[in-house]
């Protein structure tokens, strides 16, 4: 029986390096495998609950990595942290090195006048210029909690404003904005005066071939008896000065659809990578081939995590990476082909699975040099206080 058990086990241990192993093993001719260099902290203070990074490469070759800080209310005795603080801001941190060591005090990139803010997402355009979308919560007390309409979100005491963005053409030394996305139709939801919501996610926003900007948002298209997501296009034709409706991406009578990064691949087709919601965490994909004019329907991947970024490696295939939410936790990806299409069969890679708690992931990437990737999150190694981590590979 211990024989047995010791086989067992190392069979586990041979499946578990193979899951590591596979993508690496099995990359497609002429193409290059990923290599784990090493995990890197990029910003820790325990003062502080840091989350929801995003990142991009400027031309003088830094990165810039924008993050939303928080007071740790762990230290004034309140039980835990949320993600709608109302002290929440954004703030950026420069690496001058591929990543490898970071700036150590964080610029302040918007603090919002009405409250907190949350999920900085940069899009840096062909001519330089920089995006950052986000949106807010702004705090209430009880009688104004008790006055809000029925239209309107209350958690935590704090209410919904919708999304923002900012822009930046010094590199992000300066930022003007905010500036307000336009309410979509399929939103049901208001302010908290009963003022049309202002269209808003998370994700990543995508620059195509033709120039145009395509952003998921997301949209409440129902709230009663159960409250219900979905996820649509917008596009922008005057580098994000204006915006206009394109169409539904994914919607459902079941599962919601929210947190949704934009990709384009080679041939010009739009993937949308959705979050989930009662769909038991998995992953899933919907696809235009016509510019954004309509969409497939919606697939499941095959696999959980959330959310999702999209890169394209020097050789067009796509680092496809994730939160992992479920033991072990930590980070996790896969390697797609250039179109995107072998999402079911692409091996999982692990990069991480030393997580300390539920509150980590919102996974980011980007080329670091020509032969590595730095990937950005949020994480947590010992159930403590969040902080900005990344991990570099190379490309071999």
């Known amino acids: 029986m211990h024989s047995f058990l010791r086989f067992h086990c190392l069979i586990r241990a041979l499946a578990l390096v193979s899951v590591v192993l596979s993508p690496m093993l099995n990359a497609t001719p002429n193409s290059s495998a990923l290599r784990k260099v090493a995990d890197v902290v990029i910003y820790r203070d325990d003062r502080f609950h840091c989350a929801f990074p995003s990142v991009v490469k400027r031309a003088t070759g830094d990165l810039l990595l924008a993050f939303r800080r928080a007071p740790n209310r762990l230290r004034y005795g309140e039980s835990r942290n949320t993600h709608t603080d109302p002290n929440s801001y954004l703030v950026t941190v420069r690496s001058a090195d591929g990543g490898r060591t970071w700036t150590e005090q964080p610029e302040l990139l918007y603090a919002d006048a009405f409250g907190g803010s949350q999920d900085p997402c940069l899009l840096q355009l062909r001519d330089g210029t920089l995006l950052c979308a986000s949106y807010g919560w702004t705090p209430l007390r009880p009688d104004g909690v008790a006055a809000l309409p029925s239209t309107a ?111 384009e691949t080679p041939k010009g087709d739009i993937i949308a990578f959705l979050r989930t919601a009662d769909y038991e965490d998995q992953a899933c994909i919907a696809r235009s081939t016509d510019g954004g004019k309509t969409f497939t329907p919606w697939q499941g991947m095959g696999f959980q995590g959330h959310p999702l970024h999209a890169l394209r490696l020097p050789d067009d295939r796509v680092l496809l990476t994730y939160g992992y939410r479920h033991e072990p936790m930590g980070i996790r990806a896969r390697v797609l082909n250039a179109e995107c299409t072998d999402f079911v069969t692409a091996p999982e890679i692990v990069l991480r699975t030393d997580g300390g708690g539920f509150d980590l992931g919102y ?30 590979l190379a490309i071999d």
Request: glycine share 10%; proline share 6%; hydrophobic share 35%.
């Open 363 to 392: 996974s980011w990437s980007v080329m670091a040099d020509e032969r590595h990737v730095l990937v950005a999150y949020y994480f947590n190694d010992d159930g403590g206080v969040p902080y900005i981590a990344g991990t570099l």
């Open 153 to 263: 979100v209350n958690y935590d005491n704090t209410v919904f404003n919708g999304g923002y963005y900012l822009r930046s053409t010094d590199g992000g030394k300066t930022w003007s904005g905010p500036f307000y996305p336009p309410h979509i139709k399929p939103e049901l939801l208001t302010g908290p005066t009963g003022e049309a919501l202002p269209a808003y996610n998370r994700g990543a926003l995508a620059e195509g071939r033709d120039g145009r900007l395509l952003w998921a948002v997301a949209a409440t298209d129902q709230i009663e008896p159960k409250r219900r997501t979905s996820v649509h296009l917008l596009i922008s034709e005057d580098k994000g000065e204006s915006w206009r409706y394109s169409s539904p991406i994914a919607t459902d009578e079941t599962v919601q659809f929210n947190e949704t990064s934009v990709y």
